[in-house]
């Protein structure tokens, strides 16, 4: 039987966002004795970014735990490795096969404070600085908004328009962290997929960040995830 100092929680950040985002649940993780890396996601394409989840999976020992926040739901999804024994999302989006990125997150109404977005001549869409504090991360310290800002990393186009195969979460476990307060993905769309997929959900009224704003629910469903993986 494994145990939770055999697993890896490997993390990928959503759009508009690095491996730092990460800081405060991996710390957490470090102080609970669970092993955690970031995976660095160009947002360059869903290839690319799958690409990338799996060269951070093949770096470290088998089981792995892949959490995904936002966008990355569909990336962790699109992985088929055998290491990997569960699936975290946070506040998540979860196309099933033979839909889009874009096919889930519109398929609701936005929030009235989420912004419009749209591509820059070279096919990326960067958030303007004041949606840190109006959707992105409302729960953050003012200082964290800034940060957020500085490092954000946009998303391509063709991340959101590439239409996935089989998601993983139809042959591994499931947890999802939806998110009450969220206005980038909202409540109602979070929960379709959730109960779509057939995940444990655990709803908290935190906002979009809650591995920013909100360490303890998110930490909490990561050890639920780890502790049924390592008691089979």
Not at 54 to 62: G, H, K, N
Not at 81 to 90: D, F, G, H, P, T
Request: proline share 7%; aromatic share 6%; glycine share 4%.
């Amino acid at each position: 039987m494994a145990s939770g100092n055999d697993l890896t929680i490997v993390l990928a950040h959503g759009a508009w966002a690095d491996g730092s985002s990460w800081y405060k649940i991996i710390r957490g993780l470090r102080a609970a004795g669970v092993k955690s890396v970031a995976a660095p996601l160009p947002l360059t394409s869903l290839m690319d970014d799958v690409a990338a989840l799996e060269r951070t999976i093949d770096r470290v020992a088998a089981p792995v735990i892949l959490v995904g926040h936002a966008y990355a739901g569909a990336v962790i999804a699109s992985t088929r490795n055998e290491k990997v024994r569960a699936l975290v999302y946070v506040a998540a989006l979860a196309p099933d096969e033979s839909e889009t990125i874009g096919d889930v997150f519109y398929r609701t109404q936005p929030h009235p404070q989420a912004p419009k977005l749209a591509p820059d001549p070279q096919g990326f869409i960067w958030l303007p600085e004041e949606a840190f504090a109006a959707a992105f991360a409302p729960h953050a310290s003012a200082e964290e908004q800034s940060v957020l800002f500085a490092v954000q990393r946009p998303i391509a186009v063709s991340c959101i328009s590439t239409k996935v195969g089989r998601p993983l979460w139809r042959d591994r476990p499931a947890w999802f962290l939806l998110a009450e307060a969220d206005r980038m993905i909202i409540r109602e769309n979070q929960q379709f997929m959730a109960e779509r997929m057939k995940a444990r959900v655990r709803t908290h009224p935190v906002d979009h960040m809650p591995l920013v704003t909100a360490v303890a629910p998110v930490l909490a469903v990561i050890r639920e995830a780890v502790n049924e993986a390592t008691a089979s």
